[in-house]
């Protein structure tokens, strides 16, 4: 085999099977919001139980080209149930688990509150700042357990942000960048490039066991000058609780 075809397979297997994590180059996040509406709760229980199964196997049909997440949204973000978060080397494949999800018998009672994608890429500014930077996307949690906590947090900068200087740009992110350094033990994130995607231009995804350092962060933030050039901060901000996918969906069906 030559190696062109040698790299047009790999590439197309590449594109076939699911990332191995988020922290993959090019890899495609959808985040989507479900509500269900008040005719799954008129259901009977058991019809609620049997149900409950079909979004399970259609999400495992998809397996090997989409990684899923799920989180328990209902109570912590109104007017919702639970959010996904889809991970793929293509966004159609992330869309074609959701549009399946949408035709189980879970799925007639469900509506799409909010979608958001965006792309993993290299860090901007990495080759300039690369020690705090990397260190920011790339902190894990001792112990290896996972957060408790997901929040969704979609940004969108003015068109004065993106006409300002490379070095000023710089300079305002290393600021952002020293205190989120500061929060490394706590909180991890990592950065969706969206712009031309969705409503936004980045959705940053936060993991977190600690809400209240997750919010005095948060705070941090919004006082410095790199704030003032955000059109968009959240609408909407999503917190959920972690689950597994058969946790999430049995506790939908009680």
Not at 99 to 111: K, V
Not at 142 to 148: D, S, T
């Amino acid at each position: 085999m030559s190696s062109e075809a040698t790299e047009e397979t790999e590439a197309t297997e590449a594109t076939k099977s699911a990332p191995s994590s988020p922290d993959e180059m090019g890899v495609f996040g959808t985040f989507a919001l479900f509500e269900l509406g008040a005719s799954w709760a008129e259901l009977n229980g058991a019809s609620r139980r049997v149900g409950a199964r079909e979004p399970l196997e259609v999400i495992a049909a998809h397996t090997e080209r989409v990684a899923v997440d799920g989180y328990l949204t209902v109570g912590l973000t109104e007017r919702s149930h639970f959010l996904l978060r889809l991970h793929a080397r293509q966004p159609e494949q992330s869309q074609a688990v959701i549009a399946d999800l949408l035709r189980t018998r879970p799925g007639r009672h469900l509506t799409v509150r909010h979608t958001l994608t965006g792309v993993t890429r290299p860090l901007v500014y990495a080759s300039q700042a690369p020690d705090q930077l990397q260190a920011l996307q790339a902190t894990e949690y001792a112990g290896g357990l996972p957060p408790r906590y997901a929040v969704v947090i979609p940004t969108r900068k003015s068109a004065a942000w993106w006409n300002l200087p490379e070095a000023k740009r710089l300079a305002l992110m290393r600021e952002h960048t020293a205190v989120g350094i500061e929060y490394l033990a706590k909180v991890k994130r990592r950065l969706y490039h969206a712009t031309g995607l969705a409503d936004a231009d980045f959705v940053t995804w936060f993991e977190t066991d600690d809400l209240a350092a997750f919010s005095a962060l948060v705070a941090r933030l919004r006082a410095l000058r790199e704030d003032t050039y955000n059109e968009r901060l959240g609408a909407p901000t999503i917190l959920g609780t972690a689950r597994t996918l058969d946790e999430l969906f049995t506790e939908l069906a009680h």
